[in-house]
């Protein structure tokens, strides 16, 4: 799934009642040519107004 300079690798949803938890790898290309590689973990929470996210965690993924 490609998302603006960046493509979402393996995403993978887990579902346990109202909470949900998303996890993916993110490879962004920057505007130098440079490219960042990122885990990603997000929260979301079902609600009276749908799904919102409640916590969001990044980090870059150890070099080659």
Sequence with gaps: CVLGNGMVIDP???IEGAVAVL???FV???ASGS???W???EV???G???WRLVQSH???TKPE
Excluded: H
């Design 12 to 14: 993978k949803v887990l």
């Design 23 to 25: 996890t993916f790898n």
């Design 48 to 50: 009276p107004t749908g």
């Design 28 to 30: 962004s290309t920057m």
């Design 58 to 60: 990044w980090s870059l």
């Design 39 to 41: 885990n990603s973990t």
């Design 35 to 37: 490219v960042q590689r």
């Design 44 to 46: 979301y929470r079902n």
